[in-house]
């Protein structure tokens, strides 16, 4: 059983920090691209950044310059470091990964999310 969880999440005041993780566990061969996404109330989910196995990396316009993805491939973990957040940064965040399963399956698994609240 694959799973991603996403952990981090929190409250904080305008111009603050969060650091994002989602650790990836269970049966998995390889780990292609992954992801963090975003949703808020009422709207969709969007894309905030990627990153693929050999670490190009990709944002949302809306997070340039403010938000950096990385990964620890050992260690199966993604991250995302969030400065100058702003309270449009408010949603659940979410991690995607594309990877290949111990059973030779390759697909899109998500985690559960975790709350970012960006507030006074």
């Known amino acids: 059983q694959v799973q991603l969880v996403e952990s981090g999440g929190g409250l904080v005041q305008p111009g603050g920090s969060l650091r994002l993780s989602c650790a990836a566990s269970?049966?998995?061969?390889?780990?292609?691209?992954m992801g963090w996404y975003r949703q808020a109330p009422g709207k969709q989910r969007d894309l905030v950044a990627t990153?693929?196995?050999?670490?190009?990396?990709t944002y949302a316009d809306s997070v340039k310059g403010r938000f950096t993805i990385s990964r620890d491939g050992a260690k199966r973990t993604l991250y995302l470091q969030m400065n100058s957040l702003k309270p449009e940064d408010t949603a659940v965040y979410y991690c995607?990964?594309?990877?290949?399963?111990?059973?030779?399956?390759?697909?899109?698994?998500w985690g559960q999310g975790t709350q970012v609240t960006v507030s006074s």
């Open positions: 990153i693929t196995s050999g670490g190009s990396t």
């Open positions: 269970g049966s998995i061969i390889s780990i292609y691209a």
């Open positions: 995607n990964a594309d990877l290949r399963t111990g059973r030779g399956t390759r697909g899109d698994y």
